[in-house]
């Protein structure tokens, strides 16, 4: 594994191009959320794209992200878990870092909730 992530390295490419690459698809999911009801939060240096749901509901988030999974066909990761007391917010996370196709698909699910 050392040898082939060594190979990997000698390429700059692979990893400078990196930023970029995340950066047009967290743009491509946010801009595509402006088509629902969620709304999006400040998220950067990350894989993941906060977003209120309280637009659409006031279940707590587990339970919202469930719901979201069997209904829409769509994963959202509740924050609570995350936290060692009890939160009543009305966020979950989506992770951006998919194939192009399936963002597409996810907004357009996304946009009937």
Known sequence: MQWALARFMQQPRHYLDLPAF??????????????????????????FVLTDYSAISNEPEEQFARRLVVEAGVAAIPLAP????????????????????????????????
């Open 22 to 47: 995340y950066q047009h698809k967290r743009d491509r999911f946010v801009q595509g959320l402006a088509r629902t009801r969620f709304a999006p939060l400040p998220s950067r240096g990350t894989y």
């Open 82 to 113: 995350f936290y060692s007391e009890p939160v009543n917010r009305t966020i979950v996370r989506f992770c951006f870092a998919k194939q192009d196709q399936t963002l597409d698909a996810g907004l357009d699910r996304l946009a009937r909730v």
